[in-house]
């Protein structure tokens, strides 16, 4: 019966058992998030300069980056490394590096999109008044750059986001994993537990994503120039 | 004119892009108080001459003085430089994220680390003068071509600039809105700004000029007062030049 399965999500732990495992993703998310835009406009700003080899070196980084499905960049990290130099990373430690790696790239090409988009003139405008290049950067340009940027960045983190339920394949206990051992220790008194507990994930997702993703579009209009 | 006070001075300017000479030993002295206007057709290096004389371009050969002290290819003193040379862009350059009052106060409280008290009340009391004093909250989005220029008149002038350099500023406005800010302009004159100014509006060049100084093919081919430049000028290249603003009745 249907609604028997839904029981199976306020029986014992089990309910903060799966907030636990979200907490586990939100760690694991937030922290790469937090990582990968902090370097990532450190990276949009190198790929700026005019040096063609920074400019090659950083096309193949993100190219790569980009090719790369991030399950397989997680398996390279987590048992790559281990089999190649004997380094032994904890699943959490391999999937922060994964996501700021490709975070980084992502929020990278994203911060050079938005800075290109500048025109010349408003640094000339600012030259024109006497500011400092570090003036016109700190009052003019990056101002500027971050009302383009935070919507297409706030677009990056939600991906993210959703993207660590792949860590359950490296082992890390996250939300998906909790709800898949729920599940199993259910299979046989509550078949219907699945579709509870899958549908409970979507809701936290939900939850957790969708507030974000109005914010974006909320500061889009209102920044509209 | 050499008796008084001379605010800029070019000497023997050389400015090349790789090969191509864009500006040929240009020699020319400004005073104090003094409108001089440069004229010539497209491409002859009017705009580039006022983007070296603010350093928004490295010079080759030559110097540049501005009250004595030379300001051409100080790289690293450039912006303190430009402190002093106030300079209006053709595509009305606002800072679209900052409100009209934001925009002025920028280089006066950033760059030249005045009171922001004070800067507000000289940059309102030059906004009640081009009439903009009631958009100073609002964004530039939110006005006219001419109303953006004015503002960025009274961005260059708030600096105190000891002269004003004004690149085509009414190129892109429709033309009713040009007389707004060329009236603007000619006020400015009045009061005794030094200024340079590029433009392609002969009547106006002709009313506002102390000085024209005609520039062909990256050379300085003429010097003149306006009435004389316009009534009687002196080489065929100029003649050649001002025939294009007249027109032979067609029918």
Redesign the interface.
């Known amino acids: 019966m249907q609604d028997l399965g839904i029981r199976v999500l306020f029986e014992g732990k089990n309910l903060v058992r799966l907030l636990g495992g979200l907490w586990v993703t939100l760690q694991i998310s937030l922290l790469s998030v937090a990582l990968s835009i902090l370097l990532g406009i450190i990276l949009g700003m190198i790929m700026n300069m005019k040096n063609p080899v920074v400019k090659v070196i950083t096309r193949i980084y993100l190219e790569f980056v980009r090719i790369m499905p991030q399950l397989v960049l997680l398996f390279l990290v987590y048992f790559g490394l281990t089999k190649a130099f004997g380094i032994n990373l904890s699943g959490e430690v391999s999937a922060v590096i994964v996501f700021t790696i490709w975070g980084t790239a992502e929020m990278g090409d994203l911060v050079r999109g938005a800075l290109q988009s500048i025109?010349k003139?408003?640094y000339?405008?600012?030259?024109?008044?006497?500011?400092?290049?570090f003036?016109i950067y700190a009052?003019?340009i990056i101002?500027?750059t971050i009302?383009r940027l935070l919507p297409l960045a706030i677009n990056l983190v939600t991906r993210m986001i959703k993207t660590t339920s792949l860590i359950v394949l490296i082992g890390v206990v996250e939300m998906v994993k909790v709800g898949q051992q729920i599940i199993e220790s259910n299979r046989l008194e509550v078949p219907s537990a699945a579709i509870w507990i899958y549908a409970f994930i979507f809701f936290l997702y939900f939850i957790v994503c969708y507030p974000i993703s109005r914010l974006s579009v909320r500061l889009e209009k209102k920044w509209k120039? | 004119m050499s008796k008084k006070e001379k605010i800029l001075e070019i000497k023997h300017l050389k400015k090349n892009y790789d090969d191509t000479v864009v500006l040929n030993d240009i020699n020319i002295d400004v005073c104090k108080g003094e409108v001089v206007v440069i004229l010539g057709p497209s491409g002859c290096g009017k705009s580039t001459l006022l983007r070296c004389i603010n350093g928004l371009e490295t010079i080759q050969e030559g110097e540049i003085y501005l009250s004595g002290e030379k300001i051409s290819n100080q790289d690293k003193k450039m912006h303190l430089v430009r402190q002093k040379v106030g300079m209006v862009f053709q595509s009305y350059d606002l800072f679209p994220h900052l409100t009209i009052l934001d925009n002025i106060l920028l280089g006066p409280m950033k760059a030249q680390h005045r009171e922001k008290k004070e800067v507000v009340v000289e940059a309102e009391k030059l906004l009640e003068r081009v009439g903009l004093l009631d958009k100073k909250n609002a964004y530039p989005r939110q006005l006219s071509g001419g109303q953006k220029q004015r503002v960025a008149i009274v961005r260059a002038l708030c600096m105190h600039p000891q002269v004003m350099l004004f690149d085509e500023i009414t190129a892109a406005l429709d033309p009713e809105m040009v007389r707004e800010v060329l009236d603007v302009m000619l006020e400015l004159a009045k009061e005794g700004s030094t200024m340079v100014i590029v433009t392609h509006e002969m009547q106006f060049a002709r009313a506002i000029a102390d000085r024209i100084i005609f520039l062909d093919s990256s050379k300085l081919v003429e010097e003149s007062s306006p009435e004389e430049f316009f009534t009687t000028p002196k080489t065929e290249r100029a003649k050649q030049f001002l025939n294009v603003f007249d027109f032979d009745i067609a029918k």
Do not use: K, M, T, V
């Open positions: 025109p003139h408003q000339e405008s600012g030259r024109a008044i006497g500011l400092n290049e003036q009052h003019i101002p500027q009302r120039d």
